[in-house]
């Protein structure tokens, strides 16, 4: 991936990766070590993560086939910014300060993020001081030049989506610049989950975005698991990844449709929501919830497969197998939709690759990244799975990425019917290596959006001591804002659906 | 695409449809001949509904988006999803509402002309506690705007969404008023 000899190496220790199990351990490092790591960002070193506890921050790694969580203590509540040298940290440095009231030192964009003075209380995650809930308002960036006026749009949007504000700036029909204002859905999630007990903490983890819950307790699952040496059985390992791919499926299928709507295509959006409805039809036929809520829970899962659920699930299959590709022909010749998604929302290469961008955002422009074969968490160990990577960076790249996904999914869902071991679906968590009082765990799970990561700390009492999680669109939600400028105001709406970031996920 | 064109015109795909859930088509059918009538009643042949995301986790608006696929088909019971609440006599609400969203929430409702009603969607709207702790959230839609109707569920099946809202039609009362308790009860 990169000439340069591995910075990792330095910390672990090893000359060569643990390939075959990455786990992220994490090293204490010094404000000296914390400072060349910043600067190597971005050159094949991704940032994974970076969040903050009282009187530490961390940052989660990845270098090839590398892994770690590396933590700068910083008792004074600094610590130098890594936004300032790489700026994928920057927005999850304003959301660090606005938590904990950690200071990233030299921080080019210091406004507040979640924070919207609304919650009555500063630094919820530290100090939780309280403080007058009043609103005050947001410095949006300043805009100046002549000819340009500005369109306010959201919380509140036209369509039935996740609230969050845009700030067009436009010149005629030309976006000059978009500024995105989000953490309008933050629930103070994470602070709910610490202290919790870890079946509690679960059903939280499963809520954090709704179209991703199977993902998000997947992550949650496999980091309590990770901390407490725990082995999951078999049976239960392939049925999570049945329910992952399931869910893949539904959201792929809502999305394309939901695409070619926002050209005015509604015939491809009335047939692809069939089919999605079909798929979470078969989901609860067999796990009795259509998003499959709550079935994953650390230790296996809560639900095993409905006695009706196989055959319901590969109906479900051979229709989709039967009937998508008409669809794709469609999608493809249709000259008007065509017109409208080829060269709109250009993403450029080199901006997925300094923002470690997952997804379809990221493999439509070339990054090849899937969590699902780098980390091969199970099943996914024993399956092959080849990432779909387009090169143009536009709507359509992003179209074809799910689109081949659907068919992969399909085929992985065959296989996961096929092999599906006869075990027990649930152990109890074992009691962890025994290192102390509590332990930790982290994960990479690959959602239908991108990576989500997890990463949590648990009690001798199987309760959550810390946690935090990083949803896949914290590093698309700015490529959004470049990828629309210059593009005209009426193409906005495809190039967000075709994003597809979360606002929930993202706000927390 | 000249076959897919065909496909539409050949037949209507709406629901009773599918076979693997008869319970939900049959529903649906009893559901779409009540309405008929309620809603020419009170509302000649329309109610709009503007959706509000409070700081829901999503999934109350997919599966509200799902009301308008095929097998739903709102529109022809006459609920439409509307772009402005000035368009709206419904404002249906999802989530726990974040502080951060609240000011919105009760701008959208102020936005909205009467008569109107509101109806809160999923456990976190009527308040079910998993978020009702949090620094960030108020709680349940009651406690920003007055309720009038709660439809239960995590998140609310179409079908749920689809008899509440349709309850929602059969009502008599002045908006504003509060419902009987049966009334309440509709959709859960
Ligand atoms: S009720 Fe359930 S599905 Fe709806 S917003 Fe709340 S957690 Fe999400």
Known sequence: ?508 | MANLLLQGLLGPLTEPAPDADPAASAELARLAAEVGKAARRRLGRSLSIREVDAGSCNACELEINALSNSYYDIERFGLRFVASPRHADVLLVTGPVTKNMRQALERTYEATPGPKWVVAAGDCAGGCGLFADSYACVGRVADVLPVDLHIPGCPPTPLALLSGLLGLLEVNQAPGRPLSARQREIGS
Not at chain 1, 367 to 385: C, I, K, M
């Open chain 1, 1 to 508: 991936m990169t000439a340069r000899p591995p910075f990792l190496a330095k910390l672990t220790g090893r000359a060569e990766p643990d390939a075959t199990k990455r786990r992220w351990r994490r090293y204490p490092i010094d404000p000296a070590a914390w400072d060349e790591l910043c600067g190597a960002l971005g050159t094949g070193l991704d940032l994974v993560s970076l969040w903050g506890e009282p009187g530490a921050v961390h940052m989660a790694l990845r270098e090839g086939d590398e892994a770690v969580i590396v933590t700068l203590p910083c008792p004074s509540g600094r610590y130098p910014s890594v936004g300032r040298l790489h700026a994928p940290a920057v927005r999850l440095e304003r959301a660090v300060q606005d938590l904990t009231g950690l200071v990233a030192e030299g921080l080019p964009d210091a406004r507040p993020w979640l924070d919207h003075n609304r919650w009555g209380v500063r630094h919820p995650l530290w100090s939780a001081e309280p403080v007058a809930a009043d609103g005050a308002p947001y410095p949006f960036l300043p805009v100046e030049g002549e000819g340009l006026h500005q369109i306010p749009v959201g919380p509140v949007h036209a369509g039935v989506i996740e609230p969050g504000h845009f700030r067009f700036t436009v010149n005629g029909e030309a976006v000059v610049r978009l500024e995105q204002r989000l953490g309008y859905a933050h629930k103070g999630t994470a602070a709910l989950m610490t202290g919790a007990p870890l079946a509690h903490a679960g059903r939280l983890a499963g809520r954090i975005s709704g179209d991703s819950t199977v993902a998000y307790a997947l992550a949650f699952a496999l980091a309590v698991e990770e901390a407490t040496g725990s082995q999951v059985p078999d049976r239960a390992q392939w049925l999570r990844g049945l329910m992952a791919e399931l869910e893949r499926l539904a959201n792929h299928l809502g999305d394309i449709g939901a695409i070619a709507n926002d050209a005015a295509f509604a015939i491809l959006h009335a047939h692809t929501g069939m089919l999605r409805e079909q798929v979470l039809r078969a989901s609860h036929t067999a796990f009795g919830h259509r998003l499959m809520m709550d079935r994953i829970v650390p230790g296996g899962v809560a639900q095993d497969l409905a006695a009706e659920g196989r055959a319901a699930i590969a109906a479900t299959v051979g229709h989709i197998r039967r009937v998508f590709p008409k669809l794709v022909e469609v999608y493809d010749e249709t000259n008007s939709l065509q017109d409208r998604v080829v060269g709109t929302g250009v993403v450029r290469p080199e901006w997925v690759n300094q923002f470690a961008t997952g997804g379809f955002v990221g493999r439509a422009a070339g990054r090849a990244f899937d969590a699902r074969r780098w980390a091969a968490y199970a099943p996914y160990h024993s399956l092959t799975v080849e990432p779909p990577v387009f090169e143009q960076g536009d709507v359509n790249a992003r179209v074809w990425v799910r689109i081949r996904e659907v068919e992969q999914s399909l085929t992985l869902i065959d296989r996961m019917l096929e092999t599906l071991p006869s075990d027990p679906i649930l152990a109890p968590l074992g009691s962890g290596p025994a290192a102390g009082p509590e332990t930790e765990g982290a994960a990479l799970v690959e959602s239908f959006r991108g990576d989500v990561f997890f990463w949590v700390r648990v009690t001798a009492e199987g309760r959550v001591a810390a946690c935090h999680f990083r949803d896949p669109s914290w590093f698309q939600w700015p490529l959004l804002e470049a990828a629309v400028e210059a593009n005209i105001v009426a193409d906005f709406p495809l190039c967000n659906k075709s994003f597809n970031c979360a606002y929930s996920g993202h706000d927390g």
